[in-house]
């Protein structure tokens, strides 16, 4: 079965410094999808950044990078200039690629409170 | 707004009752799951569908679980004679998944259950 690693239960980061929150997992597929989605506190649950796991190419989005290793099975997550707004739980997941039957799921990791200071 | 919404956002019942809880997925998409997510732990999946058709269901859905979605749209998620380890938050996603492309899963607000 697959699983996902998040060693860090909390995090802290001055604001506008850069953080990276790192996150592994372990599968014996090929292809796979991995994600970091960001939880607020009592707010949803939204996409920050998806990477397939057939690019080579890490996966930006504005402010937001991942630094994915595929023979080591790590996903890190780097947010740069840190803002108030990124206070929040951040969760890794993982997703196997092939359409099959229960194939669908996300598997989550135990997640990161990440906390900017001001 | 166009998002995933799920009713009620909170729910505290005896422990016993019955419980029901709704998701509206995003209207195109065809793919709807069930996930909980107790404190401090990463959501786990229970369930989900493809249309109408529930495709896998977790060794977490009990027997007192059951999860519809009668007309392919909203889903309702079920707990009978609930008891305080179903205390949670309740999560729903949907996506879109058309021959190879899967889409991401875009998650509703939760709905938090406490049992008595």
């Known amino acids: 079965a697959q699983t996902v690693t998040q060693s860090q239960p909390e995090m802290s980061v001055q604001e506008a410094e850069t953080v990276t929150l790192s996150c592994t997992y372990d599968t014996s597929e090929s292809d796979y999808y991995l994600f970091w989605y960001k939880q607020p506190p009592s707010r949803q649950m939204i996409l920050v950044i998806r990477q397939e796991a057939y690019k080579q190419q890490n996966a930006t989005e504005n402010r937001f990078s991942v630094n994915f290793q595929k023979a080591a099975k790590s996903f890190s997550l780097k947010i740069s200039d840190s803002q108030l707004g990124d206070a929040a739980m951040y969760f890794c997941a993982y997703r196997e690629g092939v359409t099959n039957f229960g194939n669908e799921k996300l598997t989550f990791g135990t997640g990161t409170r990440l906390t900017i200071i001001p | 707004d166009t998002g995933v919404s799920q009713n009620p956002r909170h729910k505290i019942t005896k422990r016993g009752q019955n419980v029901t809880f709704r998701c509206d997925p995003i209207s195109e998409h065809n793919r709807l799951y069930w996930y909980r997510q107790t404190l401090g732990q990463g959501p786990e999946f229970l369930t989900y569908f493809q249309n109408e058709a529930q495709l896998e269901k977790s060794r977490l859905l009990s027997d007192r679980f059951s999860a519809e979605r009668p007309k392919g749209s909203f889903s309702t998620l079920e707990i009978q004679r609930t008891e305080q380890g179903d205390s949670a938050m309740y999560l729903c996603?949907?996506?879109?998944?058309?021959?190879?492309?899967?889409?991401?899963?875009?998650f509703g607000p939760g709905t938090r259950l406490l049992v008595l």
């Open positions: 996603a949907s996506s879109l998944v058309s021959g190879t492309t899967k889409e991401t899963q875009y």
